[in-house]
């Protein structure tokens, strides 16, 4: 439990001094914040549309068991295989044997943060198929052998040259500075794959009950290419994915993109409502969509926290994290990094191992005004915390509320104490900073205020 926390602390006290690391990140949100800025002024109302989005979701998450049995029904409707799956095992499981039963070998896949859940590419390559990314940044990283940096962006902490090094090292090309010449070389290398590829694997940013249809947004392309190619098409997502309604996407899709990528829209908007159908020309032969589950019910039970399924997954609360923008997403350890990530991750690994992640924030409440849906994650931070505590108190933070306690119900004691405290203050500069100091780690980053000179009662006696 303590490992995942003291790793945490070493990375994020690593990254906050790396000037370089914090430099790219902030290069990349400028321009992101700019063009979002930008789009949301051409919403007549955004935080109006955040209502509609708040309330949308909170229909489809309030009646899941509903709308999840419309979306599998009609998705089987059109012989789309639906499987639904209690958690990771279940769900890598299920994606295994239908690899298996088509003798595939080779896996094309597009951005699925769900599949990073459950580590489902390590299952797979121990399986001993090929997976390759299609998304660029996914691509970038599945080389590096690194996860996502981040939901949306996931190779925002690499620069031009780092690119470059890293193609020259890995797939033998020339150096360059340019991004287009980097684009063409991953795409020379995935459009081979594109066409050797057994399976197509992709996530889906909504699932829409009213259709049985899944949408995915994306900006290149790939995962058009993924499904389209491939005769099976395999599909993995959270439940929590529900939309209710075909024309929810007419707010969804425009709110997804300005808030994830600062666009007014992203460049392609698929839905994929089941296998070719007699008389079509493309598609898969063969679609199959994975529900996943994994703790969602869980967090759905949750009236508090429950919002917290309304996620889209467009990562503008960590564009606008002080502390994301600092520690970078690696540090946190988790698929899903920044304020939503330690939000729902308590959830989705288990409180003790990750409450640390609900300390590590100012709870300014950026975030929680960033979200297009409303969620209250500052909030949600909170009482994470006091979950954490109530679940099971620190020993030193009982001691300590303990102590307070017995001093403030003591008068006498109170007295005693706040004159030993003035006296040792007196004192403290002598020691400061030093090993004797008791608030060493306290004070080496902040100020320790003087006490006044005197309590309110000696205050009003004199002025009496
Ligand atoms: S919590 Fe809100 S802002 Fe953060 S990723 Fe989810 S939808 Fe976006």
Request: charged share 25%.
């Amino acid at each position: 439990m303590r490992a995942f926390a003291q790793e945490f602390r070493r990375q994020a006290r690593k990254l906050t001094q790396d000037l370089r690391h914090r430099g790219l990140i902030q290069t990349a949100l400028r321009k992101y914040e700019a063009t979002r800025d930008q789009t949301k002024s051409t919403f007549q109302d955004w935080q109006a549309a955040r209502q509609a989005a708040a309330e949308t979701k909170w229909e489809g998450i309030n009646h899941l068991d509903r709308y999840l049995v419309q979306f599998a029904d009609n998705l089987a409707a059109r012989g789309t295989k639906v499987h639904w799956a209690s958690n990771g095992e279940q769900a890598r499981r299920i994606i295994l044997e239908i690899i298996q039963s088509k003798q595939a070998r080779s896996i094309i896949k597009s951005k699925a943060m769900t599949a990073e859940e459950i580590h489902l590419n390590e299952a797979l390559e121990e399986a001993g198929f090929e997976v390759v990314e299609s998304d660029l940044g996914e691509f970038i990283v599945q080389l590096r052998k690194e996860t996502p940096y981040h939901i949306v962006f996931p190779a925002m902490h690499l620069s031009r040259g780092d690119i470059s090094e890293l193609f020259t090292r890995e797939l033998g090309s020339a150096p360059t500075d340019s991004p287009e010449e980097l684009t063409m070389i991953a795409r020379r290398v995935l459009r081979q794959k594109y066409i050797t590829a057994d399976i197509g694997l992709t996530g889906a940013n909504f699932a829409i009950a009213e259709t049985g249809m899944i949408s995915i947004t994306e900006n290149e392309g790939n995962a058009r290419l993924s499904a389209a190619l491939p005769k099976v098409m395999i599909s993995l997502l959270g439940i929590e994915k529900i939309l209710p309604r075909l024309e929810d996407l007419a707010l969804f899709l425009p709110m997804l993109a300005t808030a994830g990528t600062g666009q007014a829209l992203t460049c392609y908007n698929s839905l994929y409502g089941g296998p070719r159908q007699p008389g079509e020309t493309d598609g898969p032969e063969e679609f199959h969509v994975v529900l996943l589950d994994n703790r969602r019910t869980e967090l759905l039970a949750d009236p508090e926290q429950r919002d917290a399924l309304h996620c889209i997954r467009c990562g503008a609360c960590l564009n606008v994290c002080p502390i994301f923008r600092n520690v970078g997403g690696h540090t946190y350890g988790t698929t899903y990094s920044g304020p939503i990530g330690s939000v729902i991750t308590p959830h989705l690994r288990g409180l003790q191992n990750w409450k640390h992640l609900s300390q590590a924030s100012s709870l300014c409440g950026a975030c929680t005004e960033a979200c297009p849906v409303k969620i209250d994650l500052h909030h949600h931070l909170l009482q994470n915390r006091r979950n954490a505590v109530a679940e099971k108190p620190g020993r030193v933070e009982r001691f300590a509320f303990r102590s307070y306690a017995a001093v403030v119900n003591r008068p006498w004691l109170y007295r005693l104490t706040a004159r030993i405290a003035r006296l040792a203050q007196k004192c403290h500069p002598l020691i400061k900073g030093t090993r004797l100091d008791p608030a060493r780690s306290w004070t080496r980053t902040r100020d320790l205020p003087p006490l006044a000179r005197q309590t309110f009662k000696q205050y009003w006696r004199e002025r009496r």
